[in-house]
């Protein structure tokens, strides 16, 4: 794998870790984190996690600090590993479950009302999280969290909210902690930050973790509002925080690193919107511009925009549709030919299967991976040695799975390739 990949069972190493006198983060424990607030009489819990098992075990290790009850549970957002777990830290009881108002449409009545294409996304998902792959070897992260956490109960534990929140901000008092709720959208609509301003604690959810954002998910995302998300930065700046803690990695201490690092989390943004517009401005096409906008070196190769999660690649392809829609601009794109029509022309065209699979083999010896990998899908297109294309393409996508540092990328090679695996057996 990625050398840089190695090092995360480490650093995502299971640990309590004490953020301000009365403020505790579970981290390592699963995808995401969990955060505990001790007020005078009860606790305040910030984010449950993705699955029963792994809340079961953080609330374990809470216990040993403290067995005051739990009395609300806050929600940044409302995706799964962060809303999962909240019936085990209720323990029982009837805590107060807050979140905000802009995610509150029942999943199943709008499902009911406006289906989606759920069984095509539960793949996906699946195939970015590696969800089954074996740890470490095909799976050693996930980018922004551990690869070796509980899997059970996933999605078991949520409730309903019992308070939605539906102010600019919101200030609350809660087993008397005076807090303040602030909408912040950014990776969702529905996003909202925690202010803890008597300890100067910030808890942003996931508008930031260690790594480039990830602008757009390979399991399929709606449009997520880039210059939103960057505008966002700058809300959390205004805080001034001393601690900050995110959604997913590790707490920043100390206000000037927590500042230098939302900068280049904002500016990392700015710079992806900037470019990928002025070169649609310019007549690039969508696959011209993946291909050549990139951060500038000073950005990229810092810790926190290392693309372990998000792509820049993915994020101008992201871009360009989400503003503009899929056609790229150029003539030829409205009405391609069927991917069999193509991939029979190519074939012909290259002299047959035969000259295509010395080509693939070329391809292969010289690492090519993705130039390997577009002729074999030519053949599977072609239904030319298709079962022995389809064999191949395993065996590539495990191979173009080694080089990557993008966790999400890895994963689906990896699962794609069992896919056909066991798609043979």
């Known amino acids: 794998m990625h050398p840089e990949l190695k090092a995360h069972p480490d650093y995502f190493r299971k640990e309590i870790v004490r953020l301000a006198d009365n403020v505790y983060m579970a981290f390592g424990f699963a995808a995401s984190n969990v955060y505990m607030i001790i007020g005078k009489d009860s606790l305040v819990i910030i984010d449950t996690t993705e699955t029963t098992a792994a809340a079961a075990n953080i609330l374990a290790e809470f216990r040993k600090i403290t067995d005051l009850p739990v009395a609300s549970i806050i929600l940044t957002h409302s995706h799964r590993d962060h809303v999962s777990g909240a019936a085990v830290f209720a323990a029982g009881n009837a805590p107060e479950v807050i979140t905000s108002d802009k995610g509150s449409e029942d999943p199943l009545i709008e499902e009911m009302r406006h289906p989606r294409a759920t069984k095509a996304m539960q793949a996906r998902t699946k195939r970015q999280f590696g969800i089954g792959l074996s740890y470490p070897d095909e799976i050693i992260g996930i980018g922004v969290g551990p690869g070796d956490r509980p899997l059970q109960g996933m999605g078991a534990g949520m409730m309903a909210p019992t308070r939605l929140i539906s102010a600019e901000r919101t200030r609350i008092t809660l087993s008397g902690i005076d807090l303040e709720l602030v909408m912040a959208p950014g990776e969702t609509p529905d996003h909202m930050v925690v202010w803890y301003p008597e300890r100067k604690v910030l808890f942003s959810g996931d508008n930031f973790y260690r790594s480039f954002p990830n602008l757009y998910a390979i399991r399929g995302t709606a449009y997520r509002d880039f210059d939103t998300w960057a505008d966002t930065m700058d809300l959390l700046m205004g805080f001034n925080p001393e601690v900050l803690g995110p959604g997913h990695t590790r707490p920043l201490f100390g206000a000037e690193v927590i500042q230098d690092t939302l900068t280049d989390y904002r500016d990392a943004i700015r710079h992806v919107v900037t470019e990928t517009r002025k070169g649609m401005d310019a007549g690039l096409t969508i696959d011209q511009l993946a291909h050549s906008v990139a951060l500038p ?120 390739a069992r896919e056909l695996e066991q798609s043979d057996d």
């Open 297 to 416: 070196l000073e950005l990229a190769e810092k810790p926190h925009l290392r693309e372990y999660y998000g792509s820049v690649a993915y994020a101008v392809r992201a871009y360009f549709v989400g503003t503009m829609g899929w056609f790229d601009g150029n003539p030829t794109s409205l009405m391609p030919l069927s991917p069999q029509d193509e991939a029979a022309r190519m074939i012909g065209l290259a002299g047959g299967a035969a000259s295509v699979w010395q080509e693939i083999d070329s391809a292969r010896a010289a690492g090519e991976y993705q130039w390997a990998l577009q002729l074999l899908d030519r053949l599977i297109h072609a239904d030319e040695d298709a079962d022995r294309a389809r064999a191949a393409k395993a065996a590539v996508l495990r191979d173009h799975a080694v080089g990557q540092i993008n966790c999400p990328t890895r994963h689906y090679y990896i699962q794609c």
